[in-house]
C-alpha cells in the first residue's frame, strides 16, 4: 500500500523520559537491538515520509549522531527545543524545519515504537480523503491509565482531548484515549501551532498542549478520530515495565511475520530475531535462538538450540550446532559450524568446511572443504581447500605489539596440538607432525616437524610395586 498524499514526519523526542531513571534518554534506550527513535523514524520513512524532522532537546548530539549512522540519515532533518515547555512547544520548535510546500504532516511521538507503516499509511490516506484539518489516532484501552481522554460531542464527532491530569472524574471514565500521534494539514499546523503558543498554558501541568489543536480543528468540524484496531499498536514506553512490553510485541510480531513467510520455529516463546535480520524459507531455528542486527539466514539452514547470531551471513542449507556464538561473520554454503564455536569478526567460512567444538575462528578465511574440528584458534589466516587442521591448534598471530598471518596450503594436515609462530605459511599438501611449534614455512608437500625427540628410560618404576 502506498500514501495518497505526500506527507513528512514530525518526532517528538525532546523529553529526558525520567520515568525510566536512566542516565540514557529515553528515545536512545535499545527494543530489540535498535534505539525507539530509530523504530519510530523507521515506520515513518517506510510509509512514505518525504523528510524527517526529529525534535531533539536532552541528549540532542547522543541522538543526532545515532540518526547520522543510519542509512537514511539524508531524509533526517532535526530540529532543537532547549527548553522542555509541552508538546505543542515542541511542535513550535520544528515548524521551521518542515516543508510548507508538503500537504501533510504526520506527527509522531518518539516513545511509540510499535506503529507500523502499514497502520501510518492507512491513517494518511483515511484523514486526505476525508479532507479533514487534523486526524487523531485514538484506541479504546481496558485500562486507559494517564493517556489523554477523547471527547466526542452527541453525534460523536471528536471535540476535545482532555488530559488525564486536567479531567473530571467523568472524563476520566473514558477508556478512548488519544495515542498522541496526529496528521494535520501542514497549513493548518503553520497557523493553530502558534495560536496555542499565544493563549498560553492555562493547565495543571502548566505546559503548551498539542492536544489543543483538537478543539481548534473542531471549532470547524475539521478533526476527526482515528481509532486503531490494535491498542498495543500505540502503547508508549514510559517505564521499563513498558519497554518490556513493547519488546515482547514487536518480538512476537517479527516472529509471526517469518513463520508467515516460511521459517520454522521449534519453539516462538524461546527464539528472538531482531526486525533488522531477514531470513529465507526452510530455515528451522531451535528454542534460545537469538538472530541480531543484519544478520541473513539462507533457505535451508538449520540452527540449533542456543545460538547467538549478530550481523553474520549464514549461507544455504549450513548448520549450526548448538550454543554457537557468530558476530560479523560469513558461513557458506552446507558449512557445519559447532557445538560450542565462537566465530568473531572476519570469520569466513566456506562452502561444506566444518568447524567444530570448542573453536575460535577471527579474521580467517577456510577455503572450500577445510576442516578444524577440535579445540582451535584460527586468527589473522587463510586456510586452503580440504585442509584439515588437527585439534588443539593455534594459530600464534600476536607477538605482543603487532598481528601477523598464517597461510595454511591447499589440502595441507596440521598435526595435533601445532603451535603456528606467525607469520608463517604452510605449503600446499604439507605435513606438519603432531605437537610441532612451527616458526620456519614448511615447503609444499615436506613434512615439517619441531618437537623434542622421545626416549624412553628402561627400568625406571620400582621393579617390585606395593
Ligand atoms: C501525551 C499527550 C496525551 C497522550 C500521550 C500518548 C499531550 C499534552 N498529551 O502525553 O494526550 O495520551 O502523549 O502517549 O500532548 N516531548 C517533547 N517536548 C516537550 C514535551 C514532550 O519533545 O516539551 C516529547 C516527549 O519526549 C515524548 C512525547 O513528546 O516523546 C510525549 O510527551 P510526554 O510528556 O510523554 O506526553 P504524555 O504525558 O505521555
Ligand atoms: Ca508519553
Not at 55 to 62: A, K, P, S, T, V
Not at 105 to 120: F, K, M, Q, R
Not at 137 to 163: C, F, K, W
Request: aromatic letters at 4%.
Amino acid at each position: 500500500m502506498n500514501p495518497s498524499t505526500p506527507f513528512q514526519s514530525l518526532i517528538l523526542a525532546a523529553g529526558m523520559g525520567t520515568r525510566m531513571r536512566s542516565d540514557t534518554i529515553k528515545v536512545l534506550h535499545p527494543l530489540l537491538g535498535t534505539p525507539l527513535i530509530g523504530h519510530v523514524t523507521r515506520a515513518a520513512l517506510d510509509a512514505g515520509a518525504a523528510r524527517v524532522v526529529p525534535i531533539l532537546g536532552h541528549q540532542r548530539e547522543e541522538v543526532e549522531a545515532w540518526l547520522r549512522t543510519q542509512s537514511y540519515a539524508d531524509a533526517i532533518h532535526p530540529a532543537f527545543q532547549d527548553e522542555q515547555l509541552g508538546t505543542a512547544h515542541a511542535v513550535a520548535c520544528g515548524l521551521p524545519a518542515l516543508d510548507p510546500e508538503i500537504p501533510y504532516t504526520l506527527i509522531l511521538s518518539g516513545d511509540v515504537p510499535n506503529l507500523d507503516a502499514e497502520t501510518l499509511i492507512a491513517m494518511v490516506n483515511d484523514a486526505a480523503s476525508a479532507g479533514c484539518d487534523l486526524a487523531v489516532m485514538t484506541a479504546i484501552l481496558n485500562d486507559p491509565a494517564s493517556y489523554g481522554r477523547i471527547i466526542r460531542s452527541e453525534q460523536g464527532h471528536l471535540s476535545a482531548i482532555v488530559e488525564f491530569k486536567d479531567a473530571t472524574d467523568d472524563q476520566r471514565a473514558i477508556t478512548e484515549i488519544n495515542a498522541g500521534i496526529y496528521l494535520a494539514r501542514t497549513a493548518f499546523l503553520l497557523d493553530a501551532i502558534p495560536a496555542i503558543m499565544d493563549a498560553g498554558t492555562d493547565n495543571a501541568q502548566n505546559e503548551y498542549y498539542l492536544t489543543d489543536l483538537v478543539a481548534l480543528a473542531a471549532r470547524n468540524e475539521r478533526a476527526i478520530a482515528w481509532p486503531v484496531a490494535t491498542p498495543e499498536l500505540v502503547q508508549g514506553v514510559n517505564d521499563r515495565l513498558d519497554l518490556a512490553r513493547a519488546t515482547d510485541f514487536v518480538r512476537r510480531r517479527t516472529l509471526e511475520r517469518w513463520m508467515r513467510a516460511g521459517v520454522t520455529l521449534i519453539d516462538p516463546a524461546r527464539t528472538t530475531i531482531e526486525p533488522t535480520a531477514t531470513l529465507e524459507p526452510d530455515v528451522t531455528l531451535e528454542p534460545d535462538v537469538t538472530i541480531c542486527g543484519s544478520s541473513h539466514i539462507a533457505r535451508g539452514a538449520h540452527i540449533e538450540q542456543g545460538c547467538r547470531i549478530t550481523n553474520s551471513h549464514v549461507g544455504p542449507g549450513a548448520r549450526l550446532l548448538a550454543y554457537s556464538y557468530l558476530t560479523d561473520a560469513r558461513v557458506d554454503q552446507n558449512a557445519s559450524i559447532g557445538p560450542f564455536a565462537h566465530l568473531r569478526p572476519g570469520a569466513d567460512i566456506g562452502k561444506g568446511c566444518k568447524v567444530g567444538n570448542f573453536v575460535e575462528i577471527k579474521k580467517t578465511r577456510l577455503d572450500q572443504g577445510a576442516k578444524a574440528s577440535h579445540l582451535t584458534y584460527l586468527g589473522d589466516a587463510h586456510v586452503g581447500e580440504n585442509a584439515n587442521v588437527g585439534a588443539g591448534t593455534i594459530t600464534c598471530n600476536y607477538d605482543g605489539k603487532n598481528k601477523h598471518r598464517t597461510t595454511i596450503g591447499q589440502g595441507a594436515f596440521i598435526g595435533s596440538n601445532t603451535a603456528l609462530v606467525a607469520p608463517i605459511t604452510i605449503g600446499e599438501g604439507a605435513y606438519v607432525g603432531a605437537g610441532s611449534t612451527l616458526t620456519d614455512d614448511v615447503p609444499p608437500r615436506a613434512l615439517g616437524i619441531a618437537r623434542g625427540r622421545q626416549r624412553n628410560i628402561e627400568d625406571w618404576a620400582d621393579p617390585t610395586p606395593e
